[in-house]
């Protein structure tokens, strides 16, 4: 659960975010504000993890107030001006809606906070979350997970699956007995590895490099 706050100076924009924060079980609305010096204290007493700022406001515009709320926090900047969007994206903010504001462009912004999960199960099985899609797969079908910029990429004998989440949350989650963190680019399946030949683990057909910091650990683990 996400806690949220509305700040926007109309009132029929706020009972639009509102209506479609209602409809998402993830996020919690703690607050909605006219006036978004009245929001500081509920910034400062809340774990609030996103803004819904509008840009354009008498008191303060959103991309000044914007400087005032914690870098933990979110930031989805809303506005009818569209020449606002890069003083928005400058200062971080993880979208901007445009008005007037439509759930699917709404969902397609929030989207962005929730980030994939990957669970165990007790059946030496892991489900994967891939964008609105879940999928079941063995460990054994799992021959390595390798990190594509924001994304893990799981990758078994048939298909590649993409999830958005980093390698290092991933390995904190992973069954140790199956996987080994051989890179900052990759995990793999302990029981895949087929060979290590100099720096490079096979997996079969598939060649991992094992970086300088993990080799020691790998040799003791795979090859004692």
Do not use: W
Request: negative net charge.
């Amino acid at each position: 659960m996400f806690k949220c706050i509305i700040i926007d100076d109309e009132e029929l924009a706020r009972g639009l975010l509102k209506s479609y924060v209602a409809k998402l079980d993830f996020l919690e609305l703690v607050g909605s504000f006219e006036n978004p010096l009245e929001a500081l204290d509920c910034l400062k007493s809340e774990d609030i993890k996103l803004v819904f700022l509008d840009i354009q406001m008498p008191e303060i515009k959103g991309t000044d107030f914007a400087k005032l709320i914690p870098t933990t926090t979110k930031i989805i900047f809303t506005t009818a001006y569209s020449e606002y969007a890069l003083d928005g994206f400058e200062l971080s903010a993880i979208d901007y809606l445009l008005k007037p504001i439509t759930f699917q462009r709404f969902l397609k912004a929030v989207q962005k906070i929730q980030p994939e999960e990957t669970t165990i199960s007790n059946e030496k099985t892991i489900t994967v979350k891939s964008g609105y899609d879940l999928f079941k797969l063995k460990l054994d079908d799992i021959t390595h997970i390798e990190s594509d910029s924001e994304y893990a990429v799981f990758h078994t004998n048939s298909k590649k699956i993409m999830s958005l989440q980093s390698l290092k949350s991933l390995e904190k989650s992973l069954d140790s007995s199956v996987f080994i963190r051989v890179h900052r680019s990759f995990i793999i399946n302990k029981n895949k590895v087929t060979g290590l030949k100099g720096r490079d683990l096979s997996l079969g057909i598939i060649q991992i490099p094992v970086s300088d910091s993990y080799y020691d650990k790998v040799k003791r683990e795979l090859f004692s």
